[in-house]
């Protein structure tokens, strides 16, 4: 198989001087690969399973893997000069909680972490030649397991602080009060606008879509679990089945440089998806500082002092090394995020400093039961995301899951500091696994998430905003969720084919909301004389609501709906969403005049871009990867699309797809083995000479899935390569 050496980053910097030790041969693991190149790990040993994952991820991503641990090694300053240093510090930060903790890590994951790392440098010491230089067999797994150490965002809590300090300062009519990042040397150039970036735009929707379905909603009779998350298509989501005899079994997506990063799928005897969901997992608290000690600040009636941390690292300075040092203020509370002449400003965070996600991911993908899949989630060590879950037992159960901290205070969100004085003000544990949201085999057999609040899971068991704290997550039941309830919220019951092709609907639920009142504001409104608005009204008439690639009329439709939506606003709709209809709002035109002035517009720019009004979507939306370009239907979810994709405008006019829908993964779990499908719309492979780099798009574009191969007996009979790691 090709290797992706073409990614390289170029040919520079020093050589790093270290070695590694080889393993012994009884770790070494068989790799067999399937069709489109699927990775099949078979390995007597847990180091053994690292090493084939490590090595094949390389084999498929080659520099972006070693680049990912030489960043979480803290050598990116050393590797590539003084421009490239700046992370280097929280790398070391992160390492030394690595030292701190790697020992009280089980055997397994420790050796999947030194596996992993191993299978690293034998690809490194065997494309030597083909590799920059600075790319050297270096790696431990403790390069692997910082990726899953978990920290406090410091930039939002600075920015937080300091956002609300002028706005403060503001409505006293003054100036903002001078302070320092970090407490460590005062700010000496003017305070940096550290206003929060813009976002993506709601309609991005980076996201997933999660579906389970219990025995008694299938025509099987067991479970059906599907997996769809929605991320640029640089994401990084890997295909590949990992066995240990007897003690691991495990088929899904591995996100590229980790042994263990936010993976989703199943084993014989259960599954998981995962969907993004938006805790609130830190407060930022306002204490005040020491008026007789420097360097101290107040609590429990106590004068405590901050410690510092000071990190040292090299870059690399022409033939040499250089250092630069940094200094971080710390507290028993939490890392220090701002100072005044006052106050001090900390921020507490409930994934800070935890060691253990890689555990709880292998102690998942072990489990065989409901109650084993529990007692992995009770570790906690997974900061976020909603799990839905499905097993060969028939439960079914969505986790809103969160390192969230039980508040003895209202949370400040994302906007104010709490003031604090002492312990009582102070979250000290976190809200406990039972009492996060959650729904296991409600009545109608059926749970969804596509990354809206916990509370919708099922409309039969809807669960009260008013029985959680105030920092658990709420939020409208919006438009793509809408449309999954249409898709599974009633009384059918599906196979594992039929559940493939709902989870491929076109429809546009927007349209369906929205396009009749478009049509009577142009039947009641709209000039006789003018014939653009006619005839735009006319291919909207004619349109079936959907993106299909062969269907007419989407194109003006969501032309015409991001003209008129920026101005309109809040008032877009007629009836905005509400708890009383929950599945019907938001629907109607708030702004009719609005609205057709729109229309004119979107059909003047639809005839200027493409010369027609009723332009097929597939037309101008594309999947193009290798020598692979063809229609493919698919839009945003705030449009209502289920199956989500965003696209980038080409210099010819056509829209090319680069996020959303990508990984989509369908498992039922039959009493003796699951059946499942899954598709990889960007390939197993970044290589564009490797034969699988786009041998999976146009099957995405026509809305098909390949079979999964999980039993031992499928997978040789379609292996198409089998080897072992070079030494």
């Known amino acids: 198989m090709p290797t992706p050496l073409r990614i390289a980053l170029g040919a520079l910097s020093i050589p790093i001087l270290l070695g590694a030790v080889r393993p012994a041969v009884s770790d070494d693991p068989i790799i067999r690969r399937t069709e489109y190149g699927v990775v099949h790990i078979g390995a007597g040993t847990f180091r053994g399973a690292g090493i084939g994952l490590g090595y094949t991820q390389a084999e498929d991503y080659g520099v972006r893997v070693i680049l990912s641990l030489v960043r979480a090694r803290g050598w990116m300053g050393r590797t590539f000069g003084k421009d490239s240093l700046e992370s280097d510090f929280a790398a070391q930060r992160v390492h030394a909680r690595v030292q701190e903790t790697y020992h009280l890590l089980d055997p397994d994951t420790r050796a999947m972490y030194d596996g992993f790392a191993e299978g690293v440098n034998r690809f490194i010491r065997h494309h030597q030649a083909e590799l920059p230089s600075w790319a050297q067999p270096v790696f431990h797994g403790h390069d692997v397991a910082a990726g899953d150490i978990g920290t406090a965002n410091v930039t939002a809590a600075r920015n937080l602080v300091v956002r609300w300090l002028r706005r403060d300062s503001v409505a006293r009519g003054g100036a903002p009060e001078g302070g320092a990042f970090g407490f460590g040397d005062p700010i000496t150039r003017s305070t940096p606008d550290v206003a929060a970036k813009p976002v993506l735009g709601s309609d991005a929707d980076v996201g997933s879509n999660a579906w389970a379905l219990a025995p008694t909603r299938t025509t099987s009779g067991r479970a059906i679990l599907l997996r769809n998350p929605h991320l640029n298509w640089n994401a990084g989501y890997w295909e590949a089945h990992v066995t240990v005899p007897g003690k691991l079994d495990f088929y899904g ?35 005040d500082l020491d008026p007789t000690a420097p360097d101290a600040y107040r609590f429990d009636g106590a004068s405590v002092p901050v410690r510092y941390d000071v990190s040292t690292v090299r870059y690399r300075d022409g033939d040499s090394l250089a250092t630069a040092t940094r200094r971080v203020a710390i507290t028993p509370l939490g890392p220090v995020v701002h100072r005044t002449a006052s106050k001090l400003y900390v921020v507490r965070a409930g994934p800070e400093g935890e060691y253990r996600a890689g555990a709880q991911f292998l102690a998942m993908m072990r489990a065989r039961s409901l109650a084993e899949w529990k007692r992995a989630l009770a570790m906690r060590a997974r900061a976020t995301s909603n799990l839905t879950y499905a097993d060969r037992d028939g439960n079914i ?24 004085t002492g312990s009582a ?16 085999n409600p009545p109608g057999g059926y749970i969804h998430n596509e990354n809206d609040a916990p509370h919708f899971a099922n409309l039969r068991a809807l669960l009260d905003t008013a029985r959680y704290p105030d920092n658990v997550e709420r939020g409208e039941l919006r438009l793509r969720s809408q449309h999954a309830l249409q898709l599974i919220a009633n ?3 599906f196979s594992l084919e039929e559940v493939v092709r709902r989870k491929h609907s076109y429809r546009m639920l927007l349209a369906d909301r929205v396009k009749d009142d478009l049509l009577r504001t142009v039947k009641t409104s709209a000039p006789a004389s003018d014939s653009t608005l006619r005839r735009a009204a006319a291919v909207l008439q004619a349109w079936d609501n959907t993106v299909a690639p062969e269907s007419r009329g989407g194109l003006l439709f969501e032309t015409w709906w991001r003209r008129y939506q920026p101005q309109a606003r809040d008032t877009a709709f007629a009836v905005k969403w509400s708890w009383r209809e929950l599945t019907t709002s938001p629907r109607g035109l708030g702004q009719p005049e609005k609205a057709l002035q729109s229309l004119q517009w ?32 698919g839009c945003s979810g705030a449009l209502g699309c289920f199956r989500v994709l965003t696209y980038e405008d080409q210099l010819d006019g056509k829209r090319i797809a680069n996020s959303g829908d990508g990984w989509v993964l369908a498992v039922e779990f039959g009493a003796r083995a699951p059946r499942a499908y899954s598709v990889l719309a960007y390939g197993q492979s970044t290589d564009p000479a490797s034969p699988n780099h786009a041998d999976q798009a146009a099957m995405f574009a026509r809305g098909e899935m390949k079979p999964v191969r999980f039993l031992a007996k499928d997978v040789l009979a379609h292996t198409v390569r089998t080897y072992r790691p070079a030494p």
């Open 491 to 493: 009384t059918k019951k």
């Open 253 to 287: 997506d591995f996100r590229i440089g980790s042994a263990f990063s936010v993976v989703g799928g199943f084993n014989a005897s259960l599954g998981w998806a995962t969907t993004n969901n938006a805790p609130d997992l830190d407060e930022v608290y306002e204490l």
């Open 602 to 633: 979107a059909a003047q720019e639809m005839v200027r871009k493409y010369g027609a009004l009723d332009v097929p979507w597939g037309d101008i939306h594309r999947v193009r990867r290798g020598n692979v370009d063809v229609p493919v239907g």
């Open 397 to 420: 159960l969505t986790i809103w899951m969160a390192s969230i901290p039980r508040l003895p205070h209202a949370s400040g969100r994302d906007s104010v500091p709490i003031p604090a």
């Open 425 to 440: 003000d102070i979250w000290t544990r976190l809200i406990t696994l039972d009492s996060l949201p959650q729904v296991q």
